[in-house]
């Protein structure tokens, strides 16, 4: 099972984005602070990070940069929630390394697509588990 | 001992008891605390202790903090300490760009204007030798004491560059100086960490804001007015605002844009702002390598309309860009970026939308360091191909460059689509 970070400061949208996510067999641990964030990071080794972009009162892109640069998190792949349409920002995301941004409102098939692909494959296959 | 001999507690600020307390630590005075009766509580130099501090408040001291430059009648008693500062800047300075083949010290050197308000910082005692403050800041951080001078130097030259008279140019490089003297209330060790900060220490730094404008408007004159300028207060506080997410200090509830907010701060501050983070980019720390000119450039190109407004970003570039940068620009022929401008909403043609485009340089126009001549292949908010167009970027008065692409999978993607334009 493929274990993702999820990194939002809003509860609902967590709350959501956790479940839809279950449903798809991923395992989910959810973090509202940047300073859980860190810590579960460093200790879980989750395959996935997906980050919301709009955290309060921290900048999304300096939490990105410093997670990335964060010894042991270089190489995790992560995915940006946007809640914005908002160009710059989602470019911003892809400059920065992110491997996708995900629009909001949500399409609960693509967005399960999404993270199957930036996900490494032998975490996503299920029946492959050793 | 002189100093001693000219204590006047009309003179001296009385500190909070709360401020007072957070010295403490293992953290050693940089300057002495005095009691009601003029008497020394805590020598500078020593480390103070909390229960130390509790105890004397239980004996009836009140506590106060000596102007840290004194002064007797127009002499500052310190004007070694600033002189050393006007003639370390330039060293200093140049010292930490050594890479580059123009150094501030040639380009300061080279410009009577400057080396005038060098001088004048030096000899005037107009704001009770608040620049003395410094010297302190360089007993405690070294970093961010040579940061603290850098950016003096920076704020000068652009306020310069922009065409500021002098008392505007002199408050703006005053502005750069001190805009980070709230870290003398910051603890040392929070200050060099290399590691993550804690929750704690990380509000203790974000206080160093706070701190600062306390600490300028804290400097009064004979008659007891106050001596700094907003300006130079402002810049302490709100440096480290952001245009788009707020930064900190944080907005109170009420104030809901932190657009609106942003640019209604004086231009000294945002551009002093710039300047800050310009400036952590491209030094080095014991934790991180620098960057070079360029890179630094190309980084806070990519920061406008996030953390800066895009035509102060664009005034920075235009304006030091090729001072920085060892007389050569920002942009390389084959860089992939993408403009801005601005057109009739689809939805409502009674409002404006920004329409981003993606380009690529074709060639760049030497002391122009923001408007090569570029071909125009993508419509990104459309996400459409277009017939492509070629534009010199310097008599197109309608699109701005607002972001330079650096990530090399953008870049490949970008590089199929312009080939297939
Ligand atoms: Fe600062
Ligand atoms: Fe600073």
């Known amino acids: 099972m493929a274990r993702v970070l999820l990194i939002y400061d809003n509860e609902a949208v967590a709350g959501f984005l956790k479940s839809i996510l279950e449903a798809a067999a991923f395992d989910v641990t959810h973090v509202s602070t940047p300073f859980d964030a860190f810590r579960e990071a460093l200790q879980r080794a989750p395959d996935a990070i997906l980050i919301d972009f709009y955290y309060k009162n921290v900048d999304g892109l300096y939490l990105i940069e410093k997670l990335r640069s964060t010894a042991g998190l270089t190489d995790v792949p992560f995915a940006v929630v946007s809640e914005e349409r908002d160009f710059l920002l989602s470019l911003d995301a892809l400059e920065s390394g992110a491997n996708d941004v995900i629009r909001y409102p949500i399409n609960e098939d693509d967005f399960i697509d999404r993270m199957k692909k930036i996900c490494p494959a032998q975490r996503t296959g299920g029946a492959n588990e050793p | ?421």
Do not use: W
């Not at chain 2, 300075?93 to 308000?117: C, D, K, P, W």
């Not at chain 2, 870290?183 to 203790?204: C, F, I, M, P, W």
């Not at chain 2, 930064?247 to 104030?255: I, K, L, Q, S, V």
């Open chain 2, 1 to 421: 001992m002189s100093e001693q001999a000219t204590i006047d507690l009309a003179r001296f600020q009385e500190l909070k008891l709360s401020f007072f307390t957070k010295l403490s630590g293992e953290k050693v005075l940089t300057f002495d605390i005095i009691d009601q009766s003029g008497a020394v509580v805590f020598e500078a130099g020593i480390a103070i202790d909390q229960n130390e501090v509790v105890a004397k408040s239980q004996q009836g001291c009140r506590f106060f903090m000596p102007k840290v430059v004194e002064s007797y009648g127009h002499e500052i008693v310190s004007r070694p300490a600033i002189q050393k500062l006007a003639d370390e800047t330039r060293e200093i300075y140049s010292s930490v760009r050594a890479t580059g083949a123009m150094s501030y010290e040639q380009f300061l050197q080279s410009n009577a204007h400057l080396h005038s308000i060098i001088d004048g910082l030096r000899q005037e005692d107009r704001l009770g030798g608040c620049l003395g403050l410094l010297r302190d800041m360089e007993d405690f951080d070294y970093y961010t004491y040579a940061h603290s001078a850098n950016l003096g130097v920076l704020a000068m030259v652009l306020a310069y560059k922009l065409g500021y008279d002098k008392t505007r140019m002199r408050n703006m490089a005053l502005a750069g100086y001190l805009h980070d003297i709230g870290k003398l209330g910051v603890q040392r060790e929070v200050l060099s960490k290399a590691g993550r900060l804690t929750s704690d220490e990380y509000n203790q730094l974000v206080e160093h804001t706070r701190m600062g404008y306390r600490i300028l408007d804290n400097i009064t004159g004979p008659g007891g007015q106050k001596m700094v300028s907003d300006v130079i207060k402002g810049t302490a506080i709100f440096h480290h605002r952001k245009y788009k997410n707020m930064g900190y200090p944080f907005r109170p509830a009420r104030e809901r844009n932190s657009e609106t907010f942003y640019r209604a701060l004086p231009e000294e501050i945002r551009m002093i702002a710039i300047c800050d983070v310009y400036d952590a980019i491209t030094t080095s720390t014991p934790y991180r390598t620098a960057e070079e000119p360029r890179t630094g450039l190309r980084k806070i190109l990519n920061l406008s309309n996030h953390y800066f407004i895009l035509d102060d970003v664009l005034s920075f570039i235009k304006t030091l860009a090729c001072t920085l940068n060892k007389g050569k620009g920002v942009l390389d022929r084959g860089d992939f970026i993408v403009l801005e401008s601005v057109r009739s909403s689809r939805d409502n043609p009674n409002q404006k939308e920004p329409l981003y485009e993606f380009a690529r340089i074709m060639s760049t126009n030497s002391g122009r360091p923001i408007e090569p001549n570029v071909h125009i292949f993508f419509n990104a908010s459309d996400n459409k191909k277009i017939r492509s167009i070629e534009v010199d970027m310097r008599h197109d008065y309608t699109r701005k460059i607002v972001r330079v692409i650096t990530n090399e999978r953008l870049t490949e993607r970008l590089r199929r689509h312009a080939l297939s334009a």
